[in-house]
């Protein structure tokens, strides 16, 4: 069972933290230090019930930074996020990093490879007894030239996520993870189509079905901009936030543990709302009656 912080009796919402210079939405503009703790206080304010602070881009045609550029990028955020009392999720890719972030406060890892691109961060989340946040991306070395790996390769996107993912948490298991530091991601927007990410979000239920917290990360995706097309092309990131809300409100709906996202008032009500349609959270707490 997750920590009581990272379990409260609705849909978590992770608030999106990049200290990057070329992520696809917000690259750029929290690089300084006191710029990305002031930005991730705001989102704490905004409902945020976790910071998720990332130091590397993963966005297609990203190139990698060195470990320790990204250790300088995340580590000093973490340290006062968690200094002034936020909760600090580490969005990398690294075991060092992850080692480090968790030294200075981090409460859990995010890891978009699902464990594949370091071997030793399976040690790092054992050892350290925090939650990790296995993500399904089959080709996570591949991120530089914009493959990112196929999605899959049968006619079910779904299974094929399922599967790939099952696999992740064996290997973790093995490695000496325990089975409830496990949070488990479909990885919404890497190597998939259109059409795979919203097959993905229709049968939410069978992800939920493995038995482990699931992850929700639609916010801002390309996916949303293509079916936001007016006609003048794809919706930019910007305005995909009202889309990505509603996603967030089905996604609570579905059961879903949590949702990450860089808008955070918008979806901290949907998946408050939510939580009251299905009798849970507030909505246990509700009167009958009117609204006047």
Same mark, same amino acid.
């Given at each position: 069972?997750?920590?009581?912080? &990272?379990?409260?009796?609705?849909?978590?919402?992770?608030?999106?933290?990049? +200290?990057?210079?070329d992520?696809?939405?917000?690259?750029?503009q929290y690089?300084?230090?006191?710029?990305?703790?002031a930005?991730?206080?705001?989102?704490?304010?905004?409902?945020?019930?976790?910071?998720?602070?990332?130091?590397?881009?993963?966005? $297609?045609?990203?190139?990698?930074?060195?470990?320790?550029?990204e250790?300088a990028?995340?580590?000093?955020?973490? #340290?006062?996020?968690?200094?002034?009392?936020?909760?600090?999720?580490?969005?990398?890719?690294?075991?060092a990093?992850?080692?480090?972030?968790?030294?200075?406060?981090?409460?859990?890892?995010?890891?978009?490879?699902?464990?594949?691109?370091? $071997?030793?961060?399976?040690?790092?989340?054992?050892?350290?007894?925090?939650?990790?946040?296995?993500?399904?991306?089959?080709?996570?070395?591949?991120?530089?030239?914009?493959?990112g790996?196929?999605?899959?390769?049968?006619?079910?996107? *779904?299974?094929? *996520?399922?599967?790939?993912?099952?696999?992740?948490?064996?290997?973790? &298991?093995a490695a000496? +993870? #325990?089975?409830?530091?496990?949070?488990?991601?479909?990885?919404?927007g890497?190597a998939?189509?259109?059409?795979?990410?919203?097959?993905?979000?229709?049968?939410?239920?069978?992800?939920?079905?493995?038995?482990? $917290? +699931?992850?929700?990360?639609?916010?801002?995706k390309?996916? &949303?901009?293509?079916?936001?097309?007016?006609?003048?092309? $794809?919706?930019?990131?910007?305005?995909?936030?009202?889309?990505?809300?509603a996603?967030?409100?089905?996604a609570?709906?579905?059961?879903?543990?949590?949702? #990450?996202?860089?808008d955070?008032?918008?979806?901290?009500?949907?998946? #408050?709302?939510?939580?009251?349609?299905?009798?849970?959270?507030?909505?246990?707490?509700?009167?009958?009656?009117?609204?006047?």
């Amino acid at each position: 069972m997750l920590p009581a912080n &990272l379990a409260p009796d609705r849909c978590v919402v992770m608030g999106v933290l990049n +200290v990057t210079e070329d992520s696809f939405s917000d690259g750029g503009q929290y690089l300084d230090t006191a710029d990305a703790v002031a930005h991730g206080r705001e989102l704490v304010a905004e409902g945020a019930d976790i910071v998720d602070v990332g130091g590397e881009s993963t966005r $297609p045609g990203a190139v990698r930074v060195p470990a320790n550029e990204e250790a300088a990028r995340v580590v000093p955020v973490v #340290r006062d996020l968690a200094a002034a009392g936020a909760v600090v999720s580490v969005d990398t890719m690294r075991a060092a990093v992850a080692e480090q972030s968790i030294a200075a406060g981090a409460h859990l890892i995010n890891d978009v490879s699902g464990g594949m691109a370091d $071997p030793d961060m399976a040690r790092v989340v054992a050892e350290s007894g925090v939650p990790w946040i296995l993500m399904h991306w089959v080709s996570p070395d591949d991120f530089a030239s914009g493959a990112g790996g196929a999605a899959h390769t049968g006619s079910d996107v *779904v299974a094929d *996520v399922i599967a790939h993912l099952r696999g992740r948490v064996d290997a973790a &298991l093995a490695a000496g +993870v #325990r089975p409830e530091q496990l949070i488990l991601d479909p990885g919404l927007g890497f190597a998939k189509t259109a059409e795979d990410n919203w097959e993905l979000l229709r049968r939410t239920d069978e992800l939920t079905a493995l038995g482990y $917290p +699931v992850l929700i990360a639609a916010s801002r995706k390309r996916f &949303l901009g293509t079916l936001l097309d007016d006609g003048a092309g $794809p919706r930019p990131a910007a305005g995909r936030d009202h889309a990505t809300a509603a996603i967030s409100a089905m996604a609570a709906r579905e059961g879903a543990w949590g949702v #990450r996202v860089h808008d955070v008032a918008p979806s901290a009500d949907a998946v #408050r709302a939510a939580a009251a349609w299905r009798g849970e959270g507030n909505g246990r707490r509700a009167r009958k009656g009117s609204d006047d």
